[in-house]
T-cell receptor, first 114, second 111 residues
């Protein structure tokens, strides 16, 4: 089975622009979560989608948004980019299991804001 | 969210066992202990999880204390590929998919 894929892998934007990142989950997985990783704050949860509905949201400003499509693919959007948005954005998909949730992560999109 | 405490860093030699500790004294009775690791320049990957009893898989073993306030991830024979940051994460069964990552333990494996 193919793993989680994220596009693009690298992105350079300037302040004030907006950006859209894409994530394709493992086939059959219906839950997609997004995380931001920075050297200062570590890995932080952004939001989770299941069956096209946002189930949970982290403590990020409204400039960060996302959506999920009927085929479970997901996108996240960041508007009015700030320098502090430079980070590795990770997507994870999961197959709900009885014992907990194993999440499978993609390689991430490295966003640099200049 | 249950709070976890892990050493910032640990060092091991190749082919030797490694014991990575995690303290999670505020864990609730239904929280599973999950371990993930993140190799350099990659996304995190699942390692193992358990509830009460010890667990083994092809990657590692997980030893959970009887009072469940701590656990230890055991790599039986460390390889250079095991050099990574290891995170222990309590997850509430039936709860949110959200993973709360702490700072983790950076494992260095010496050849």
């Amino acid at each position: 089975k193919a793993g989680v894929t994220q596009t693009p892998r690298y992105l350079i934007k300037t302040r004030g622009q907006q950006v859209t990142l894409s994530c394709s989950p493992i086939s059959g997985h219906r839950s997609v979560s997004w995380y931001q990783q920075t050297p200062g704050q570590g890995l932080q949860f952004l939001f989770e989608y299941f069956s096209e509905t946002q189930r949970n949201k982290g403590n990020f400003p409204g400039r960060f948004s996302g959506r999920q499509f009927s085929n479970s693919r997901s996108e996240m959007n960041v508007s009015t980019l700030e320098l502090g948005d430079s980070a590795l954005y990770l997507c994870a998909s999961s197959l709900r299991s009885a014992g907990g949730r194993v999440q499978y992560f993609g390689p991430g999109t490295r966003l640099t804001v200049l | 969210d249950a709070k976890t405490t892990q050493p910032n860093s640990m060092e091991s030699n190749e082919e030797e066992p490694v014991h990575l500790p995690c303290n999670h004294s505020t864990i609730s009775g239904t929280d599973y202990i999950h371990w993930y690791r993140q190799l350099p320049s990659q996304g995190p990957e699942y390692v193992i999880h358990g509830l009460t009893s010890n667990v083994n898989n092809r990657m590692a073993s997980l030893a959970i204390a009887e009072d469940r306030k701590s656990s230890t991830l055991i790599l039986h024979r460390a390889t250079l590929r095991d050099a990574a940051v290891y995170y222990c994460i309590p997850i509430t069964q039936g709860g949110s998919e959200k993973l709360v990552f702490g700072k983790g333990t950076k494992l260095t494996v010496n050849p």
